[in-house]
Structure formats: structure tokens, C-alpha cells
């Protein structure tokens, strides 16, 4: 029963994706309709093997941009959320900025940044803006979910204060910083497509996202697809990686990480 | 304040690990949950804290750990010169409290890296620890591949490996069934009878403080105080016979008695 279940959950997906395209191809072969309004599947295939160079390049630049917002975003979350949790003041004075820089949306900050930042920079700071909050908050959490039993025994050894957070608190804070690190990875991609949007409409850019805004002008449909396409499967591929490391790291004793019988 | 604080050289001389005179606790909200409280226990002493849930006989047990400051009285606790590694204090919570993410032996460990103990020494003292616990076997697993009892073991191992003078005990067995509470007793029996430790046992189990311990002093509901204070003398070493001796049924009969009163202001009891 489970083995049908699991195998059933592997291949209804599969299953579903397959008529969705058939559906979609017919729809288009049947009505005739153009590439420049809707392009069928295989066009799209098409288009993505022809125009690869071009894309392949773009691609080069959104995950390169991506990856240096994630790194900003995680090591600017974990610093601000260890600074946070050793002076109060310190949170007190600073969450609340922290609170409005995610809450207020990246899209309309992202012109304002592309005029005062030279535009790489720009797009990996929107990277960053969208990225770190859930480290911040996440890491946040972490460290100050430590069992209470166990910081009364570093206390009654009388553990340091480095000790305290190298033995426990960032242990104890671990889960929660690897689940704001995968929420961080999807939103550094959507925080480097925004920018590069914003960007693109400036007049210049090369990754993906401009590539989606370029190829809108020309009423380049079909590569708009591919592009499209290219990035959903960067997204799936950040947050797949980002959740293995998670597990592997956590193997060992988490329970989330744990099967459900053992 | 009832008398001058007396030194720790003097309650050495005299021949007590602790005591605490007058000592009293009220929270920050305005619950007092202690006191006041005058406690002697001598060296090498078993003594049992009984009471009713919420007594303040777990605050009684913090404040001689300085886990928690009293707010009126003072707490003498005797030390020995602290070295490397040794540290006077071992305390065993109610649950088990290891960290996940370390195996039994890094558990262990952690008191002496805290201390920064040579690592050789350290390695040594693990050992032996774990095999007064009877886990010699378990250093490399991780807790959650343990059982209740044997968590409680590696729990009661971390405490003993610094060589503590006294062992702080806070319900450690409360959440274990029967059977593997009755090993860990009888097991905590004979560490104590081998290693001469000052044990304070806090517990709200009358035939748990019986069976174990040289003195019962039961506690009255919150604010906590002592109400009664009893002698459990037989004839030692105690052992499954004692459990099921007449003599055991008789005590249990007695501290039943006094504790009852404790119990009968209490909602939900």
C-alpha cells in the first residue's frame, strides 16, 4: 500500500505534466496559432537548444548575481541576528528597519537603488534586501529557543559567553538558521529578477530576467518561455540543494531530518 | 539576615556540604515560592526534599546550585580548591537535557570542556564516568537512539564526571516507569555507598525518598518550608528486601502522614 502511495506520488506530477503539454500543443497545433502569441512546447524546446549561447550566458549572470545575494543574506543575517542576541539594545534599536525593509516591496525600491549604485551592485543589494530577512528572523528564533535546563547548566559551570553561543545557542540555532537559508536561496533568485527587470528597463543588463523583458519588445514569445523556463528550473534546483545540505547536516540528530519510523 | 553568614572554611570544619539559613525566594511577579528555609546537610549525607508539586523544592535546589539568587538568607555551600576539570557541583535535571546534536560522549564532556580540561584527562574521566553508569559501551550514540533510562544515565554520568562533592538531584527519575525507575535507584544507591557524595534528592515520590535516602525532610505547599524531618535508619547496605520489608512500610506510613496536610490546601491534588 505505501510502496503504490510513494510510487503514486512520484508519478502523478510526471503524469500531469505530460497532458498539460500534449493539451497545450494540440491547442496550438489546432488553431493554428502563432509563435508570437502562444508558442507550443516544442517550439519553446526548440527555441532553448537554438538560442542557447545567448541563454546559457544569461543564465551564467542571474545565478552568479543570486549566489552573491544569498552569501550577502546569509552572512548578513547570521551577523545581525548574534549581534541581536547579545545586546538587546542593539535589536531594540535596529528590528524594527530590518522589519521595514522586507515588509516594503523590493520592486519599488529597486529603481531608487539603480540610482544611487552602480547597476551590479544594485541588483545584488535587492538580492540581499529579499534574502536576509528570513535568516535574520529564522537565526533569530534559533538562538533564542535554547532549552532553559540546558543554559542553566552552561551557567553552572560557568561556560563563557563565546562558549555559550559556540556550544549551544548556535547548535541549538542551526535548524531554524537551515530553514531560513532554503527560504533565502528562492528569494535571493526573485531579488536578482526584480532588479534585473527594474535594470532592463533602464537599457542594460544580460541575465535572464532581461532577457525576458528584451525578448517581450521583440515580441520574441517563444524565448520568453525559454527563459521562463530556465529560471523556474534554477529556482527548483537552489531550493533542492539548499534542502540536501540541510539534511546533511542535520542527519544525525534533528528530528526533521529523521524518518518517520526508525 | 536571621544570623551572620558563616564562612565556607567554617561549615567545612563543621562538617556540613550545605547549609542554608533563612533563605527565602520571591519571583519577580510576586509569587513566593520558598522559604524561609533553614537546611543543614551534613558531608556524604543522603537527604530527600519531599513535597507536593510546585513547593519550591526544585527553587531550593537551584539556589544551592546558584542557578537562581535567594532573595532573603544566605546559602553556604563547602568547596573544595576548584581544579582542573573538577567543579563542586553536579546536578541532574528532571529531564534528561542533553544536546541533540552531540553523541553520549560529547555529552559527557561538555562540564570538562567548559573547564577546558587537558583532553587526555578528559578522554580518561569519560570513560570512567560512563562506566559507573553502566554505558561503556553507548559513547558513541547519539541521544535520541537511547531510552528514557538510559538518557537519565548519561545524564547522571555528565554530572559525575567532574568529581563533584555534591549531587544536585531535581525529580530525575520522576518520568521513567516503575521498573527502570527501581534499577536507577538501586543503581544511585551504589554509586553513593562507592563514591562518599553529598546527595540532595528532590522528589514528590514518598517511597522514592524512603527507599533511598538517610533523611526525608518533607515541605509544606508554597511557600515551601519544613514541615517534618525524618530518620530512615535500617540496616545498610538497602536492597530489594528493604523495599518489601516491614520496616520500609512503616516509614512510608509516617511520611505519608506528613505529607498529607501539604496536599489538602491544594486545588486539583
Given at each position: 500500500m505505501s510502496s503504490l502511495q510513494n510510487l503514486g506520488r512520484m508519478l502523478l506530477p510526471v503524469v500531469v505534466l505530460a497532458a498539460g503539454l500534449a493539451l497545450w500543443e494540440f491547442v496550438v497545433r489546432i488553431n493554428d496559432i502563432q509563435p508570437y502569441v502562444l508558442p507550443s512546447p516544442t517550439t519553446v524546446f526548440q527555441t532553448l537548444v537554438s538560442d542557447w549561447p545567448v541563454l546559457s550566458e544569461s543564465l551564467g549572470v542571474t545565478l552568479l548575481t543570486t549566489l552573491e545575494g544569498f552569501i550577502a543574506a546569509a552572512v548578513g543575517g547570521v551577523a545581525l541576528a548574534l549581534l541581536f542576541n547579545q545586546s538587546k539594545w542593539l535589536e531594540y534599536s535596529l528590528f524594527p528597519y530590518a522589519v521595514i525593509l522586507q515588509v516594503t516591496p523590493v520592486i519599488a525600491i529597486a529603481p531608487l537603488l539603480l540610482i544611487y549604485l552602480p547597476q551590479q551592485t544594485a541588483v545584488i543589494v535587492c538580492a540581499w534586501i529579499v534574502g536576509f530577512f528570513p535568516v535574520l528572523s529564522n537565526t533569530t528564533l534559533g538562538l533564542n529557543s535554547v532549552d532553559r535546563n540546558l543554559a542553566g547548566l552552561f551557567q553552572l559551570y560557568g561556560a563563557s559567553r563565546l562558549q555559550t553561543l559556540r556550544y549551544l545557542k548556535l547548535p541549538a540555532a542551526l535548524p531554524f538558521i537551515l530553514g531560513g537559508l532554503r527560504i533565502a536561496g528562492g528569494l535571493s533568485l526573485i531579488g536578482a529578477v526584480v532588479a534585473e527587470i527594474a535594470a532592463g528597463a533602464a537599457g542594460a543588463g544580460s541575465g535572464l530576467a532581461f532577457r525576458i523583458a528584451e525578448s517581450g519588445y521583440r515580441l520574441n514569445i517563444p524565448r520568453m518561455f525559454a527563459a521562463l523556463l530556465l529560471l523556474s528550473v534554477a529556482g527548483i534546483v537552489i531550493y533542492g540543494l539548499l534542502a540536501l545540505v540541510s539534511h546533511l547536516v542535520l542527519r544525525r540528530w534533528h528530528e526533521s531530518a529523521l524518518g518517520k519510523e526508525n | 539576615m536571621a544570623e551572620p553568614a558563616l564562612s565556607e572554611t567554617d561549615i567545612d570544619a563543621a562538617g556540613f556540604a550545605v547549609r542554608l539559613r533563612a533563605v527565602g525566594k520571591t519571583y519577580d511577579n510576586g509569587v513566593t515560592a520558598l522559604g524561609p528555609l533553614d537546611l543543614d546537610v551534613a558531608k556524604g549525607e543522603f537527604v530527600s526534599l519531599l513535597g507536593p508539586s510546585g513547593c519550591g523544592k526544585s527553587t531550593a535546589l537551584r539556589l544551592i546550585a546558584a542557578l537562581s539568587t535567594p532573595s532573603a538568607g544566605t546559602v553556604n555551600v563547602s568547596h573544595r580548591a576548584?581544579?582542573?576539570?573538577?567543579?563542586?557541583i553536579g546536578f541532574v535535571f528532571q529531564e534528561p537535557t542533553l544536546m541533540p546534536w552531540g553523541s553520549v560522549r560529547d555529552n559527557v564532556r561538555l562540564p570538562l570542556k567548559l573547564a577546558r580540561a587537558p583532553s587526555a584527562e578528559a578522554d580518561r574521566r569519560i570513560e570512567e564516568a560512563l562506566a559507573q553508569v553502566g554505558l561503556a559501551e553507548f559513547a558513541?550514540?547519539?541521544?535520541?537512539?537511547?531510552s528514557g533510562g538510559m538518557k537519565m544515565r548519561v545524564s547522571l554520568a555528565r554530572a559525575l564526571v567532574t568529581d563533584p562533592d555534591i549531587l544536585l538531584l531535581d525529580e530525575p527519575f520522576a518520568a521513567l516507569d516503575e521498573i527502570t525507575r527501581f534499577r536507577l535507584n538501586n543503581d544511585l544507591l551504589a554509586l553513593w555507598r562507592k563514591l562518599h557524595k553529598t546527595v540532595i534528592f528532590v522528589t514528590h515520590s514518598v517511597f522514592e525518598s524512603v527507599y533511598l535516602s538517610q533523611r526525608v525532610i518533607v515541605m509544606t505547599a508554597r511557600p515551601g518550608r519544613i514541615s517534618a524531618e525524618f530518620r530512615i535508619a535500617t540496616v545498610e547496605p538497602r536492597g530489594e528486601e528493604f523495599r518489601t520489608s516491614v520496616d520500609y512500610a512503616g516509614y512510608c506510613r509516617e511520611v505519608s502522614g506528613a505529607l498529607a496536610p501539604s496536599y489538602s490546601g491544594q486545588r486539583g491534588a
Open positions: - | 576548584k581544579a582542573d576539570g573538577r567543579h563542586p558513541d550514540a547519539y541521544p535520541r537512539e537511547l
